[in-house]
């Protein structure tokens, strides 16, 4: 049964570094999601991709955050010159095809934790 | 954009007592979904229901989309229920874009 699948589920970097987040989705599904959730807060959305596309990047910071989905291989969510903000738990969602039964029901991988010193 | 409350924020009880866990929302909704968070930070499923009732052994959830609502049941509580309950929806259409509620933390002591 294999679902969202993140690495690292952990991560530490100093400030300045890069930080790289893997998602796989759950086989089948074309639509990948990224949100954020900061310490005693909500989750936020940050972007929607499918494969080779943003579909849409309205939750992203404006600088030094980027994500893509390629043909091949899982999704990447890529945090450049991390500063101690950017300390938080990164969720990867994917759904069925948007008009597919219960498309637009979103599955949650179990985040990978960044945390910045 | 649409507003999405949850109440109560807190909740202490005893193992076996039932709970009702309250979403609000401002407008009208077209995907809805319960998760819990559990203390070790995994956002589990619990419901997509953007209309009606659904049950799964001892959780259950109503929405009542017309008066923009949803009701989280917990019957006879375990302490493995602890943890962050969020209501979450999606205004747009199926998007995958949704907006979640601060949450309500549960917890259920022995």
């Known amino acids: 049964n294999a679902g969202v699948m993140q690495n690292p589920r952990h991560l530490v970097r100093r400030r300045g570094q890069e930080a790289r987040l893997r998602c796989s989705p759950v086989?089948?599904?074309?639509?990948v999601y990224w949100y954020r959730q900061l310490p005693e807060e909500g989750l936020k959305f940050m972007v929607y991709?499918?494969?080779?596309?943003?579909?849409?990047e309205s939750g992203m910071p404006k600088e030094r955050f980027s994500a893509e989905f390629p043909k091949e291989g899982p999704s990447i969510l890529r945090i450049q010159q991390v500063v101690r903000g950017d300390s938080a738990a990164y969720f990867c969602a994917s759904s069925p095809p948007i008009g597919a039964p219960k498309g637009g029901e979103l599955f949650f991988g179990e985040g990978s934790r960044l945390t910045v010193l | 954009g649409i507003q999405v409350e949850q109440s109560p924020p807190d909740l202490i009880l005893q193992e076996g007592a039932n709970s009702t866990l309250r979403c609000n929302f401002s407008d009208s909704v077209n995907n809805l979904q319960w998760f819990h968070q559990n203390p070790w930070g995994q956002l589990i499923n619990l419901f997509y229901i953007p209309s009606g009732t659904k049950q799964n052994g001892r959780l259950s959830a109503t929405t009542v989309a017309t008066e923009r609502y949803s009701l989280l049941y917990i019957s006879s509580s375990q302490t493995t229920d602890s943890g962050v309950y969020f209501c979450a929806v999606d205004p747009s259409g199926n998007t995958g874009k949704l907006i979640f509620g601060q949450g309500t933390t549960l917890q259920v002591k022995p």
């Open positions: 086989k089948g599904h074309s639509h």
């Open positions: 991709l499918q494969k080779e596309n943003i579909i849409d």
